[in-house]
């Protein structure tokens, strides 16, 4: 892997990294934290968005609140502490939707340094 598509990999996921650092001071207030997020995802969009993204990361949230509440609501796999949203916190389908968008935008950056350069 060239060390430019290292450090693009590296800075899309400084925004995942600031994420988990407000995720520490405030996972236990669910709407401030959700507002944040929704906020610096908002921005990061205004910023930077590839064509895909805003599907990518609504099917991210569909899926995550799919995936979470079967596994809170239904087959109790595990628990939240500050659940409020069917056994999960009101910030877990978004956390899941710019997880899918990360995980897009990595895999681009794979794909194109793996192609032959001239």
């Known amino acids: 892997m060239r060390k430019k598509a290292i450090a693009q990999i590296a800075l899309e996921t400084l925004p995942l990294l600031f994420g988990a650092v407000i995720a520490y001071f405030l996972w236990s207030h669910t709407v401030l934290f959700s507002v944040i997020l929704l906020a610096m995802i908002g921005l990061l969009f205004s910023i930077k968005r590839l ?37 999960m916190p009101l910030w877990m389908p978004i956390i899941w939707g710019y997880g899918f968008v990360l995980m897009k935008r990595i895999g681009i950056i794979i794909y194109e340094d793996a192609k032959p350069h001239k």
């Open 51 to 87: 064509h895909g993204d805003i599907f990518a990361f609504g099917y991210g949230m569909l899926m995550g609140f799919v995936i979470e509440v079967f596994e809170t609501d239904i087959a109790h796999i595990h628990t939240f502490a500050a659940a409020d949203l069917f056994g």
